[in-house]
Protein backbone atom coordinates (compact mmCIF):
# COMPACT_ATOMS: atom_id res chain seq x y z
CA UNK A 1 0.00 0.00 0.00
CA UNK A 2 2.05 2.86 -1.60
CA UNK A 3 -0.40 5.39 -0.77
CA UNK A 4 0.43 5.23 3.29
CA UNK A 5 4.18 5.95 2.63
CA UNK A 6 3.06 9.78 0.88
CA UNK A 7 5.33 12.58 2.42
CA UNK A 8 4.01 15.77 3.75
CA UNK A 9 3.62 17.91 0.61
CA UNK A 10 4.14 15.26 -1.98
CA UNK A 11 1.65 13.65 -4.97
CA UNK A 12 0.20 10.40 -4.19
CA UNK A 13 1.91 8.02 -5.27
CA UNK A 14 2.24 6.87 -9.07
CA UNK A 15 3.59 4.75 -11.55
CA UNK A 16 5.43 7.54 -14.60
CA UNK A 17 4.08 6.83 -17.96
CA UNK A 18 5.10 9.51 -20.11
CA UNK A 19 2.60 12.29 -19.58
CA UNK A 20 0.32 10.34 -17.67
CA UNK A 21 0.78 8.94 -13.66
CA UNK A 22 -1.30 5.63 -13.14
CA UNK A 23 -2.56 5.62 -9.84
CA UNK A 24 -4.39 2.04 -8.53
CA UNK A 25 -7.08 1.77 -5.78
CA UNK A 26 -5.57 0.42 -2.95
CA UNK A 27 -2.07 0.36 -4.20
CA UNK A 28 -1.65 4.10 -4.85
CA UNK A 29 -4.66 5.51 -2.55
CA UNK A 30 -6.66 4.87 0.28
CA UNK A 31 -10.52 3.74 -1.44
CA UNK A 32 -12.62 5.73 0.15
CA UNK A 33 -16.41 4.14 1.14
CA UNK A 34 -17.90 7.41 1.73
CA UNK A 35 -17.43 8.58 -2.25
CA UNK A 36 -18.16 5.19 -3.33
CA UNK A 37 -21.67 5.06 -1.87
CA UNK A 38 -22.33 8.35 -3.20
CA UNK A 39 -21.28 7.19 -6.45
CA UNK A 40 -23.74 4.69 -6.48
CA UNK A 41 -26.56 6.70 -6.38
CA UNK A 42 -25.48 9.54 -8.38
CA UNK A 43 -25.31 6.78 -11.53
CA UNK A 44 -29.34 8.07 -11.73
CA UNK A 45 -27.48 11.25 -13.86
CA UNK A 46 -25.48 9.37 -15.93
CA UNK A 47 -28.36 7.22 -16.68
CA UNK A 48 -30.16 10.16 -17.88
CA UNK A 49 -28.25 10.23 -21.22
CA UNK A 50 -30.73 7.21 -22.37
CA UNK A 51 -33.07 9.67 -22.86
CA UNK A 52 -31.39 11.66 -25.43
CA UNK A 53 -30.13 8.59 -26.98
CA UNK A 54 -33.37 7.16 -27.37
CA UNK A 55 -34.95 10.31 -28.83
CA UNK A 56 -32.67 11.12 -31.34
CA UNK A 57 -31.33 8.06 -32.34
CA UNK A 58 -33.98 5.85 -31.75
CA UNK A 59 -32.20 3.40 -29.24
CA UNK A 60 -33.63 0.94 -27.08
CA UNK A 61 -33.22 0.82 -23.48
CA UNK A 62 -30.57 -1.59 -23.12
CA UNK A 63 -29.22 -0.63 -25.95
CA UNK A 64 -28.59 3.33 -24.81
CA UNK A 65 -27.34 1.65 -21.56
CA UNK A 66 -24.79 -0.07 -23.27
CA UNK A 67 -23.37 3.02 -24.48
CA UNK A 68 -23.84 4.88 -20.49
CA UNK A 69 -21.78 1.69 -19.17
CA UNK A 70 -19.33 2.15 -21.71
CA UNK A 71 -18.70 5.97 -21.45
CA UNK A 72 -18.59 5.11 -17.89
CA UNK A 73 -15.67 2.94 -17.78
CA UNK A 74 -13.55 5.37 -19.39
CA UNK A 75 -14.66 7.93 -16.75
CA UNK A 76 -12.22 5.87 -14.84
CA UNK A 77 -9.26 6.83 -17.07
CA UNK A 78 -9.16 10.31 -15.67
CA UNK A 79 -7.85 9.38 -12.24
CA UNK A 80 -6.39 6.39 -13.58
CA UNK A 81 -4.14 7.92 -15.51
CA UNK A 82 -3.01 11.41 -13.40
CA UNK A 83 -5.85 13.59 -14.10
CA UNK A 84 -7.59 15.24 -11.00
CA UNK A 85 -11.07 15.60 -11.85
CA UNK A 86 -14.71 13.87 -11.71
CA UNK A 87 -15.36 13.62 -15.41
CA UNK A 88 -18.70 13.99 -17.20
CA UNK A 89 -20.63 15.13 -19.93
CA UNK A 90 -20.46 18.03 -22.02
CA UNK A 91 -23.81 19.43 -20.57
CA UNK A 92 -24.14 22.89 -22.10
CA UNK A 93 -23.13 21.88 -25.85
CA UNK A 94 -25.71 19.15 -26.01
CA UNK A 95 -28.37 20.97 -27.75
CA UNK A 96 -25.41 22.16 -30.31
CA UNK A 97 -24.62 18.69 -30.74
CA UNK A 98 -28.83 17.86 -31.16
CA UNK A 99 -29.14 20.69 -33.07
CA UNK A 100 -26.22 19.37 -35.65
CA UNK A 101 -27.15 15.49 -35.87
CA UNK A 102 -31.27 16.70 -36.33
CA UNK A 103 -30.14 17.87 -39.70
CA UNK A 104 -29.77 14.54 -40.61
CA UNK A 105 -32.43 12.21 -41.50
CA UNK A 106 -32.99 9.62 -38.33
CA UNK A 107 -31.48 6.33 -39.25
CA UNK A 108 -27.52 5.59 -40.44
CA UNK A 109 -27.07 9.17 -41.20
CA UNK A 110 -27.83 10.59 -38.03
CA UNK A 111 -25.56 8.26 -36.59
CA UNK A 112 -22.86 9.09 -39.42
CA UNK A 113 -23.14 12.57 -38.09
CA UNK A 114 -22.65 12.11 -34.38
CA UNK A 115 -19.94 9.48 -35.14
CA UNK A 116 -17.94 11.99 -37.08
CA UNK A 117 -18.82 15.16 -34.61
CA UNK A 118 -17.25 12.68 -31.70
CA UNK A 119 -14.23 11.63 -33.85
CA UNK A 120 -13.62 15.21 -34.62
CA UNK A 121 -14.06 16.75 -31.64
CA UNK A 122 -11.60 13.97 -30.06
CA UNK A 123 -9.12 13.96 -32.78
CA UNK A 124 -9.19 18.35 -32.64
CA UNK A 125 -8.70 17.67 -28.84
CA UNK A 126 -5.55 15.14 -28.21
CA UNK A 127 -3.97 17.69 -31.42
CA UNK A 128 -4.43 20.49 -29.21
CA UNK A 129 -3.06 18.43 -25.93
CA UNK A 130 0.16 16.87 -27.77
CA UNK A 131 0.92 20.85 -29.75
CA UNK A 132 -0.22 22.90 -26.04
CA UNK A 133 -2.63 24.68 -28.15
CA UNK A 134 -5.05 24.80 -26.51
CA UNK A 135 -5.13 28.18 -24.52
CA UNK A 136 -4.13 29.86 -27.75
CA UNK A 137 -7.04 28.61 -30.11
CA UNK A 138 -9.45 29.75 -27.28
CA UNK A 139 -8.15 33.13 -26.30
CA UNK A 140 -8.04 33.85 -30.87
CA UNK A 141 -11.73 33.70 -30.54
CA UNK A 142 -13.48 37.48 -29.43
CA UNK A 143 -15.34 37.62 -26.57
CA UNK A 144 -18.47 38.45 -28.37
CA UNK A 145 -18.23 35.65 -30.01
CA UNK A 146 -17.42 33.43 -27.30
CA UNK A 147 -19.88 34.93 -25.13
CA UNK A 148 -22.60 34.31 -27.90
CA UNK A 149 -21.92 30.43 -28.13
CA UNK A 150 -22.01 29.85 -24.40
CA UNK A 151 -25.20 32.19 -23.88
CA UNK A 152 -26.73 30.36 -26.84
CA UNK A 153 -25.78 27.07 -25.73
CA UNK A 154 -27.89 27.89 -22.21
CA UNK A 155 -30.66 29.33 -24.41
CA UNK A 156 -30.71 26.07 -26.75
CA UNK A 157 -30.87 24.22 -23.70
CA UNK A 158 -34.06 25.30 -22.31
CA UNK A 159 -35.93 25.35 -25.45
CA UNK A 160 -34.83 21.55 -25.81
CA UNK A 161 -36.95 20.93 -22.95
CA UNK A 162 -39.61 23.10 -23.40
CA UNK A 163 -39.73 23.44 -26.88
CA UNK A 164 -41.73 21.19 -29.10
CA UNK A 165 -40.96 17.63 -28.02
CA UNK A 166 -39.14 18.16 -24.93
CA UNK A 167 -39.64 16.55 -21.68
CA UNK A 168 -41.59 19.08 -20.31
CA UNK A 169 -44.86 17.80 -22.64
CA UNK A 170 -44.85 14.70 -20.45
CA UNK A 171 -44.09 15.98 -16.93
CA UNK A 172 -44.94 19.59 -16.61
CA UNK A 173 -45.90 19.16 -13.12
CA UNK A 174 -43.11 16.60 -12.05
CA UNK A 175 -40.77 19.35 -13.85
CA UNK A 176 -41.72 22.13 -12.55
CA UNK A 177 -41.62 20.85 -8.60
CA UNK A 178 -38.62 19.07 -9.26
CA UNK A 179 -36.39 21.88 -11.03
CA UNK A 180 -38.25 24.44 -8.26
CA UNK A 181 -36.26 22.17 -5.55
CA UNK A 182 -33.24 22.07 -7.31
CA UNK A 183 -32.96 25.27 -7.95
CA UNK A 184 -33.92 26.00 -4.62
CA UNK A 185 -31.15 23.64 -3.48
CA UNK A 186 -28.10 24.95 -5.53
CA UNK A 187 -28.41 28.73 -5.84
CA UNK A 188 -31.05 30.18 -3.34
CA UNK A 189 -29.28 32.58 -1.19
CA UNK A 190 -31.93 31.58 1.81
CA UNK A 191 -30.94 27.96 1.62
CA UNK A 192 -27.42 28.80 1.67
CA UNK A 193 -28.05 30.64 4.97
CA UNK A 194 -29.53 27.94 6.53
CA UNK A 195 -26.39 25.60 5.70
CA UNK A 196 -24.42 28.04 7.69
CA UNK A 197 -26.18 28.04 10.49
CA UNK A 198 -27.28 24.65 10.36
CA UNK A 199 -23.95 22.52 10.07
CA UNK A 200 -26.03 19.11 10.70
CA UNK A 201 -25.89 16.03 8.27
CA UNK A 202 -29.37 16.87 6.56
CA UNK A 203 -28.37 20.16 5.13
CA UNK A 204 -24.97 19.40 4.57
CA UNK A 205 -26.13 16.71 2.72
CA UNK A 206 -28.75 18.06 0.42
CA UNK A 207 -26.39 21.03 -0.47
CA UNK A 208 -23.44 18.15 -1.96
CA UNK A 209 -26.06 15.68 -3.67
CA UNK A 210 -26.07 18.40 -6.33
CA UNK A 211 -29.49 17.64 -8.26
CA UNK A 212 -29.73 14.14 -6.88
CA UNK A 213 -32.74 15.11 -4.35
CA UNK A 214 -34.40 16.45 -6.80
CA UNK A 215 -34.05 13.35 -8.76
CA UNK A 216 -35.27 10.81 -5.71
CA UNK A 217 -38.02 14.01 -5.17
CA UNK A 218 -39.59 12.90 -8.77
CA UNK A 219 -39.65 9.19 -8.34
CA UNK A 220 -42.60 9.71 -5.80
CA UNK A 221 -44.19 13.23 -7.78
CA UNK A 222 -44.32 11.78 -11.12
CA UNK A 223 -46.23 8.49 -10.19
CA UNK A 224 -48.63 10.72 -7.92
CA UNK A 225 -49.82 12.73 -10.68
CA UNK A 226 -49.91 10.21 -13.52
CA UNK A 227 -46.94 11.28 -15.23
CA UNK A 228 -44.92 8.15 -14.41
CA UNK A 229 -45.15 4.85 -13.78
CA UNK A 230 -43.83 3.92 -9.90
CA UNK A 231 -40.91 1.72 -10.34
CA UNK A 232 -40.89 -1.80 -11.04
CA UNK A 233 -37.95 -2.55 -8.52
CA UNK A 234 -35.72 -5.51 -10.36
CA UNK A 235 -33.45 -7.33 -8.53
CA UNK A 236 -30.33 -8.88 -10.65
CA UNK A 237 -28.02 -7.14 -12.70
CA UNK A 238 -28.72 -5.21 -15.64
CA UNK A 239 -28.00 -6.62 -19.16
CA UNK A 240 -26.78 -3.40 -21.81
CA UNK A 241 -27.04 -4.64 -25.30
CA UNK A 242 -23.35 -4.57 -26.81
CA UNK A 243 -24.54 -7.08 -30.11
CA UNK A 244 -27.03 -4.16 -31.02
CA UNK A 245 -24.98 -1.55 -30.38
CA UNK A 246 -22.27 -2.53 -32.07
CA UNK A 247 -23.74 -3.66 -35.24
CA UNK A 248 -26.31 -1.15 -35.75
CA UNK A 249 -25.19 1.94 -34.44
CA UNK A 250 -20.92 2.10 -34.59
CA UNK A 251 -18.93 2.11 -37.78
CA UNK A 252 -18.36 -1.64 -37.47
CA UNK A 253 -21.93 -2.52 -38.74
CA UNK A 254 -22.41 1.02 -40.46
CA UNK A 255 -18.80 1.44 -41.92
CA UNK A 256 -17.32 4.84 -41.87
CA UNK A 257 -18.77 7.93 -42.53
CA UNK A 258 -18.47 9.91 -45.56
CA UNK A 259 -15.63 12.93 -45.49
CA UNK A 260 -18.97 15.34 -45.96
CA UNK A 261 -20.02 14.38 -42.64
CA UNK A 262 -17.02 15.80 -41.28
CA UNK A 263 -16.62 18.93 -43.02
CA UNK A 264 -20.53 19.93 -41.62
CA UNK A 265 -19.51 18.57 -38.13
CA UNK A 266 -16.51 21.25 -38.02
CA UNK A 267 -18.57 24.47 -37.04
CA UNK A 268 -20.47 22.54 -34.51
CA UNK A 269 -17.57 21.16 -33.03
CA UNK A 270 -15.43 24.15 -32.93
CA UNK A 271 -18.60 25.74 -30.51
CA UNK A 272 -18.68 22.59 -28.60
CA UNK A 273 -14.43 23.05 -27.72
CA UNK A 274 -15.78 26.63 -26.66
CA UNK A 275 -17.31 25.02 -23.78
CA UNK A 276 -15.17 22.37 -23.35
CA UNK A 277 -12.43 24.49 -22.97
CA UNK A 278 -14.27 26.93 -20.30
CA UNK A 279 -14.55 23.29 -18.31
CA UNK A 280 -10.84 23.36 -18.38
CA UNK A 281 -10.52 27.05 -16.65
CA UNK A 282 -12.99 26.21 -14.40
CA UNK A 283 -11.01 22.71 -13.45
CA UNK A 284 -8.18 25.03 -12.74
CA UNK A 285 -10.27 27.71 -10.52
CA UNK A 286 -11.95 24.59 -8.47
CA UNK A 287 -8.66 22.90 -7.91
CA UNK A 288 -6.96 26.35 -6.41
CA UNK A 289 -9.53 26.66 -3.51
CA UNK A 290 -8.45 23.16 -2.10
CA UNK A 291 -4.66 23.83 -2.53
CA UNK A 292 -4.09 26.79 0.21
CA UNK A 293 -6.30 24.26 2.63
CA UNK A 294 -4.54 20.74 1.98
CA UNK A 295 -1.24 21.91 2.17
CA UNK A 296 -0.31 18.17 2.46
CA UNK A 297 -0.87 16.74 -0.80
CA UNK A 298 -0.02 18.31 -3.87
CA UNK A 299 -2.67 18.09 -6.72
CA UNK A 300 -0.83 18.34 -10.03
CA UNK A 301 -3.21 19.61 -13.23
CA UNK A 302 -2.22 19.46 -16.38
CA UNK A 303 -4.61 20.61 -18.81
CA UNK A 304 -2.79 19.36 -21.89
CA UNK A 305 -2.82 15.25 -20.35
CA UNK A 306 -6.75 16.54 -19.55
CA UNK A 307 -7.03 17.03 -23.35
CA UNK A 308 -5.40 13.49 -23.94
CA UNK A 309 -7.36 11.86 -21.77
CA UNK A 310 -10.53 13.11 -22.67
CA UNK A 311 -10.34 13.33 -26.50
CA UNK A 312 -8.78 9.74 -26.43
CA UNK A 313 -12.17 8.96 -25.10
CA UNK A 314 -13.89 10.50 -27.81
CA UNK A 315 -12.44 9.15 -30.13
CA UNK A 316 -12.90 5.80 -28.88
CA UNK A 317 -16.33 6.62 -28.01
CA UNK A 318 -17.05 7.31 -31.58
CA UNK A 319 -16.48 4.02 -32.69
CA UNK A 320 -17.35 1.69 -29.61
CA UNK A 321 -20.55 3.31 -28.84
CA UNK A 322 -21.35 7.13 -30.07
CA UNK A 323 -23.11 9.13 -27.34
CA UNK A 324 -24.91 12.76 -27.62
CA UNK A 325 -23.90 13.78 -24.31
CA UNK A 326 -20.06 13.87 -25.42
CA UNK A 327 -16.68 12.80 -23.30
CA UNK A 328 -16.39 15.67 -21.27
CA UNK A 329 -13.54 17.02 -19.34
CA UNK A 330 -15.49 17.69 -15.96
CA UNK A 331 -18.59 17.22 -14.12
CA UNK A 332 -18.52 20.50 -12.48
CA UNK A 333 -21.08 19.94 -9.33
CA UNK A 334 -19.42 16.78 -8.37
CA UNK A 335 -15.60 18.04 -8.31
CA UNK A 336 -16.81 20.48 -5.73
CA UNK A 337 -18.56 18.46 -3.51
CA UNK A 338 -15.12 15.97 -3.46
CA UNK A 339 -12.89 19.20 -2.97
CA UNK A 340 -15.22 20.37 -0.15
CA UNK A 341 -14.64 16.55 1.18
CA UNK A 342 -10.95 16.88 0.91
CA UNK A 343 -10.64 20.17 2.80
CA UNK A 344 -12.45 18.60 5.69
CA UNK A 345 -9.14 17.10 6.34
CA UNK A 346 -6.64 13.91 5.91
CA UNK A 347 -9.01 11.75 7.76
CA UNK A 348 -11.55 12.50 5.66
CA UNK A 349 -10.41 11.90 2.79
CA UNK A 350 -6.83 10.95 2.51
CA UNK A 351 -6.36 11.47 -0.94
CA UNK A 352 -7.54 13.72 -3.65
CA UNK A 353 -7.50 10.62 -5.98
CA UNK A 354 -8.78 8.31 -3.06
CA UNK A 355 -11.91 10.61 -3.42
CA UNK A 356 -12.42 10.98 -7.03
CA UNK A 357 -11.73 7.50 -8.07
CA UNK A 358 -14.20 5.72 -5.36
CA UNK A 359 -16.78 7.96 -6.70
CA UNK A 360 -16.13 6.63 -10.28
CA UNK A 361 -16.10 3.24 -9.06
CA UNK A 362 -19.14 3.91 -7.31
CA UNK A 363 -20.95 5.16 -9.95
CA UNK A 364 -19.87 2.10 -12.44
CA UNK A 365 -20.81 -0.40 -9.93
CA UNK A 366 -24.92 1.24 -9.90
CA UNK A 367 -24.90 1.32 -13.75
CA UNK A 368 -24.51 -2.81 -13.26
CA UNK A 369 -27.34 -2.73 -10.56
CA UNK A 370 -30.92 -3.73 -11.85
CA UNK A 371 -32.58 -2.31 -8.62
CA UNK A 372 -30.76 1.08 -9.22
CA UNK A 373 -31.69 1.17 -12.87
CA UNK A 374 -34.95 0.14 -12.57
CA UNK A 375 -35.33 2.62 -9.51
CA UNK A 376 -34.48 5.52 -12.32
CA UNK A 377 -36.01 4.18 -15.08
CA UNK A 378 -39.82 6.05 -15.08
CA UNK A 379 -38.01 9.37 -14.26
CA UNK A 380 -34.97 9.34 -16.90
CA UNK A 381 -36.41 11.96 -18.77
CA UNK A 382 -37.28 14.22 -15.52
CA UNK A 383 -33.91 13.54 -14.74
CA UNK A 384 -32.07 15.08 -17.90
CA UNK A 385 -34.87 17.96 -18.21
CA UNK A 386 -33.05 18.68 -14.48
CA UNK A 387 -29.45 18.60 -15.76
CA UNK A 388 -30.32 20.72 -19.06
CA UNK A 389 -32.24 23.48 -17.17
CA UNK A 390 -29.82 23.86 -14.16
CA UNK A 391 -27.03 24.04 -16.91
CA UNK A 392 -28.89 26.35 -18.91
CA UNK A 393 -29.24 28.67 -15.98
CA UNK A 394 -25.51 28.39 -15.48
CA UNK A 395 -24.36 29.03 -19.42
CA UNK A 396 -26.42 31.84 -19.83
CA UNK A 397 -25.00 33.91 -16.79
CA UNK A 398 -21.58 32.77 -17.46
CA UNK A 399 -22.23 33.47 -21.33
CA UNK A 400 -23.32 37.39 -20.71
CA UNK A 401 -19.91 37.65 -18.39
CA UNK A 402 -17.92 36.44 -21.30
CA UNK A 403 -19.10 40.33 -22.99
CA UNK A 404 -17.05 42.98 -22.13
CA UNK A 405 -18.90 45.87 -23.13
CA UNK A 406 -22.53 46.43 -24.58
CA UNK A 407 -21.29 46.10 -28.03
CA UNK A 408 -20.26 42.68 -27.05
CA UNK A 409 -23.43 41.92 -26.08
CA UNK A 410 -25.62 42.92 -28.92
CA UNK A 411 -23.39 40.19 -30.77
CA UNK A 412 -23.88 37.48 -28.52
CA UNK A 413 -27.21 38.17 -28.48
CA UNK A 414 -27.36 37.61 -32.43
CA UNK A 415 -25.07 35.07 -32.41
CA UNK A 416 -26.70 33.18 -29.28
CA UNK A 417 -30.54 33.37 -31.69
CA UNK A 418 -28.96 32.34 -34.83
CA UNK A 419 -27.10 29.34 -33.08
CA UNK A 420 -30.65 27.96 -31.68
CA UNK A 421 -32.25 28.55 -35.08
CA UNK A 422 -29.75 27.78 -37.99
CA UNK A 423 -26.58 25.96 -36.16
CA UNK A 424 -22.86 26.91 -35.39
CA UNK A 425 -22.06 27.39 -39.51
CA UNK A 426 -24.37 30.11 -39.39
CA UNK A 427 -23.75 31.52 -35.82
CA UNK A 428 -19.73 31.69 -36.35
CA UNK A 429 -20.27 33.31 -39.76
CA UNK A 430 -22.85 36.32 -38.85
CA UNK A 431 -20.22 36.38 -35.66
CA UNK A 432 -17.23 37.35 -37.45
CA UNK A 433 -19.38 39.26 -39.77
CA UNK A 434 -20.39 41.45 -37.08
CA UNK A 435 -16.88 41.95 -35.30
CA UNK A 436 -15.80 42.93 -38.40
CA UNK A 437 -17.82 45.57 -38.94
CA UNK A 438 -18.09 46.77 -35.30
CA UNK A 439 -14.70 46.14 -34.73
CA UNK A 440 -12.45 46.53 -37.75
CA UNK A 441 -8.63 46.49 -36.86
CA UNK A 442 -9.64 45.65 -33.26
CA UNK A 443 -11.21 42.63 -34.43
CA UNK A 444 -9.76 40.23 -31.63
CA UNK A 445 -9.69 42.58 -29.15
CA UNK A 446 -13.16 44.21 -29.56
CA UNK A 447 -13.80 46.96 -26.55
CA UNK A 448 -14.20 47.46 -22.88
CA UNK A 449 -16.84 49.51 -21.29
CA UNK A 450 -18.36 49.82 -17.62
CA UNK A 451 -21.11 47.43 -18.53
CA UNK A 452 -19.62 45.07 -16.67
CA UNK A 453 -17.02 45.47 -13.55
CA UNK A 454 -14.41 42.72 -14.75
CA UNK A 455 -12.21 43.96 -11.12
CA UNK A 456 -15.38 43.15 -9.16
CA UNK A 457 -15.65 39.49 -11.42
CA UNK A 458 -12.21 38.39 -10.62
CA UNK A 459 -12.05 39.18 -6.88
CA UNK A 460 -15.61 36.98 -6.86
CA UNK A 461 -14.51 34.42 -9.09
CA UNK A 462 -14.00 31.56 -6.24
CA UNK A 463 -17.65 32.66 -4.83
CA UNK A 464 -18.55 32.26 -8.86
CA UNK A 465 -17.44 29.20 -8.99
CA UNK A 466 -18.80 27.29 -6.19
CA UNK A 467 -22.41 29.21 -7.13
CA UNK A 468 -22.14 27.92 -10.97
CA UNK A 469 -22.61 24.27 -9.80
Not at 39 to 62: K, N, R, S, W
Not at 267 to 281: E, I, N, R
Not at 295 to 320: C, Q, W
Request: glycine share 10%; proline share 5%.
Amino acid sequence: MKWKNRLHGEESPYMPAGPFKIRLPFIHYRFEWPDYVQGLLMCAVDLGAITLLAQHLGMPFEVALAVVVLNGLLYLFHHILGDPVIPGWITPAVPLIVLFVTQFDEGPDRVYALIAFQLTLGILSIVLGITGLASKVVYMVPNAIKAGIILGAGIGAIVSVFGEGGQFGTFPITITICIGFAFYLTFSKSFEQIRKKNKGFLFTLLGNLGILPAIFLAIIVAPLFGEAKWPDIQWGFSKPDFATLWAEYTVFGLGFPAMSFFIQAIPAVLATYLVVFGDVLKTKVLLSESDAVRTDEKVDYDPNRAHLIFGGRNSLMSMIGPDITMCGPLWAAMQVVAIERFKEGKKAMNSFFGGIGSFRWGTNTGLLLLPIVSLVQPILGVALALTLLVQGYVSVRIGVMQARSQRDLGIAGVVAALLVIKGASWAFAVGILLCFLIYGKDFFKGEVDNTFVKDSLESSKKEEMKEVI
